[in-house]
């Protein structure tokens, strides 16, 4: 499969008349199961550290509704990936 491909999975659901949302293309940007696995447990924990969408939603749902509120209030996005990235280093993660 050339590099560019998108996954099988990924074709399949656009084919059934689903959105290409953010998540939908940051699974396509990332080649590997492992690797898309492991920014999917990064992502999880930023979100955990902001307290966003907490209540029963899953990874894809979180990353949109992420993106949604992020283009609506980019100080509070930024704001918010810079206390991560701040508490990160703090850590020492």
């Known amino acids: 499969m050339p590099i560019n491909d998108p996954p099988t999975e990924i074709i399949s ?3 059934h008349n ?3 949302t953010p998540y939908l293309m940051f ?3 990332i080649k590997t199961e492992l690797t898309r696995k492991y920014y999917e447990r990064r992502l ?3 979100f955990d550290f902001i307290e966003f969408a ?3 939603r899953g990874i894809e749902i979180r990353c949109n509704m992420f993106i949604e509120k992020a283009k609506d209030n980019t100080n509070w996005s930024l704001s918010q990936i810079i206390r991560f990235l701040q508490y990160q280093k703090e850590s020492g993660s």
Do not use: H, Q, R, S
């Open 13 to 15: 659901e656009i084919g």
């Open 18 to 20: 689903k959105e290409l």
């Open 27 to 29: 699974k396509y940007a």
């Open 44 to 46: 999880k924990k930023f």
């Open 54 to 56: 907490t209540i029963e």
